[in-house]
C-alpha cells in the first residue's frame, strides 16, 4: 500500500518536534480525516540577504501519510529561499515519497497547505513588525 519511502518517514521522521519563539506557523486539519498538521519554521537571511528557511520543525496527528508528509515537506524546505519553499507543490510532496494511494493525496495537500500557511504567517508578522 505505502512505498518505501512514506515508511521510513512514518517509522523515523525527519525534524519532528515544537518550536520554541517560531517566525512563522502553518496549522491546517481536514475534518473528515481528522488530520491535522502544525508547521513550524525560523527565517534567517543567507549571504546574499535572501530570506530563507533556517529551521524546520512539525507536529502532526494522523495517519501514516500524514506524519510521512509532513517529514518530506519539512526536507524539501529546510534551507530554501522563501520564494523557492512556496513553489513546494503536493505533486512535488508526493513525487519524494514514491507515490501515494489516491486515497491519501489529501495529505500531501495539507503538507503544501501548511508550510504556505507558516511563510504566510511569518510575511503577516514581518509587516505588522514595521
Not at 526536507?75 to 503536493?90: F, H, R, S, V
Amino acid at each position: 500500500m505505502y512505498s518505501k519511502k512514506v515508511m521510513e518517514h512514518f517509522q523515523k521522521p525527519h525534524n519532528y518536534g515544537r518550536m520554541k519563539n517560531p517566525d512563522g506557523v502553518g496549522c491546517v486539519g481536514n475534518p473528515q480525516c481528522g488530520d491535522v498538521m502544525k508547521l513550524y519554521i525560523k527565517v534567517w537571511k543567507n549571504k546574499k540577504g535572501e530570506e530563507i528557511i533556517k529551521d524546520i520543525l512539525f507536529e502532526t496527528f494522523g495517519c501514516a501519510a500524514a506524519i510521512s508528509t509532513s517529514s518530506v515537506v519539512t526536507d524539501l524546505a529546510k534551507g530554501k529561499t522563501l520564494k523557492e519553499a512556496l513553489k513546494i507543490d503536493n505533486k512535488k510532496i508526493v513525487e519524494s515519497l514514491g507515490g501515494l494511494p489516491l486515497i491519501k493525496i489529501h495529505c500531501s495537500v495539507l503538507g503544501a497547505d501548511a508550510l504556505k500557511k507558516a511563510i504566510q504567517g511569518y510575511q503577516s508578522k514581518k509587516k505588522d513588525d514595521k
